[in-house]
């Protein structure tokens, strides 16, 4: 299997912890979605990533459908969410918070680099937006009472959440308060303390 993308997109990287933890074995691509994009439109036409390549050539494209794919593989003992219910929809629900301030905090800096004149009503827009979302992570993080949001073991939403904070904080840094919002940030540390993290990391850069 090969997973396509750079380990400082979010989406990738919150691709390639859940890989780690299972202890699914891949080859990884980094591959650009600048200076790759003829490479990765030969896999997705959206030139997006994450790409997943299955070992009979089928592609995934999209965390949500390459994550779905990997619950399988791994189990309904050991997926990463629960496999109905409440605590279900309320995982997905954080993963959807997640995945969607990583959005957002891709298209800052999108308006950054890549436009000549600076939107400020999309800034402020895309800014609010992280803010509120941070705060009902933060209210939601900060009500359990284990050391991950679902219990005593790491799930997709605690991922999904570190890997956009990881990419918040560097993308962005004046964005994100740690001392505003201090149940992320403990949240942030566990998770970059853990061995499946820090196997793949990447410092973001625009010009990769």
Known sequence: ????????????????????????????????VFSDA???????????VPTFVLEDGEVL????????????VAGADRALIARQGPERRR???LCALATGLADKAV????????????????VERCTGQIGAVLDMLESD???????????????????AAGCALRFLGEAHPHVFDRARWPALAVHADACEAMTEFQAVTQAFSVSA
Not at 13 to 25: D, K, S
Not at 113 to 122: A, G, P
């Open 1 to 32: 299997m090969i997973l396509i993308g750079q380990y400082d997109s979010p989406f990738v990287r919150r691709v390639a912890v859940a890989l780690h933890v299972y202890g699914i074995a891949y080859e990884h691509r980094p591959w650009s």
């Open 38 to 48: 003829a490479d990765i439109a030969r896999f997705n036409p959206l030139k997006r």
């Open 61 to 72: 494209i999209e965390s949500g459908a390459i994550l779905d794919h990997l619950d399988e």
């Open 91 to 93: 995982a997905l629900k």
């Open 107 to 122: 298209s800052l800096v999108y308006e950054r680099v890549l436009h000549k004149e600076r939107s400020d009503l999309w």
């Open 141 to 159: 993080r900060a009500a359990a009472s284990g050391p991950w949001w679902f219990g005593d073991r790491i799930g997709h939403a605690d991922i």
